[in-house]
């Protein structure tokens, strides 16, 4: 059901309530009290046994009954119709997408553009590692390339030194 129906309904829920409250007032009220006294009596009890004859105990006692009953349906059916909207509008507020001001002087990006601008960010710092490393890996190589060329250098003096050469 719609917004607008819930509320009118539950509305009209409640002024039933708030008459058959009253209502339920005032048969307690007309009742005798036990033992011819009490509040009963003192609130025109009797009043009740003039207008509806001698067996007018047994008739408010079972209107009571029937009067309690509605009532305690009316506010079990208000109750969870009450409970009902505010489930429903809560859900939707915990459904709802939070939304962000924007910075004075930027645009507003599209999801798609915040995604390809994320893409393109990772990209260019896998790029710049990828760099770094080759650079690293290049200087490194050319490091064991000296060192090796100034051991064969040194390994080709000793050798010198070592054999005679043939000739001399």
Known sequence: MSA????????????????????????????????????????????AESALGADSGDVLSRMTTKVAIV???LVLGLNLLILSTHSKEAAAEQN???????????????????????????????RAAEAEASTETEAAVADVT?????????????????????GK
């Open 4 to 47: 607008i129906l819930m509320t009118i309904l539950s509305g009209l829920l409640m002024i039933a309530l708030v008459a058959i409250s009253l209502f339920l007032v005032l048969i307690v009220l007309m009742q005798r009290g036990s033992a011819n006294g009490g509040l009963g009596s003192a609130m025109g009890g009797g009043a």
């Open 71 to 73: 009532f305690f349906v």
């Open 96 to 126: 709802a997408l939070p939304e962000f001001a924007v910075p004075e002087g930027e645009e507003a990006l599209s999801a798609e553009d915040q995604l390809t601008g994320l893409v393109t960010d990772a990209i260019a710092e896998k």
């Open 146 to 166: 000296d060192a090796v060329e100034a051991e064969v250098e040194d390994a080709s003096v000793i050798a010198e030194e070592a054999l005679p050469v043939e």
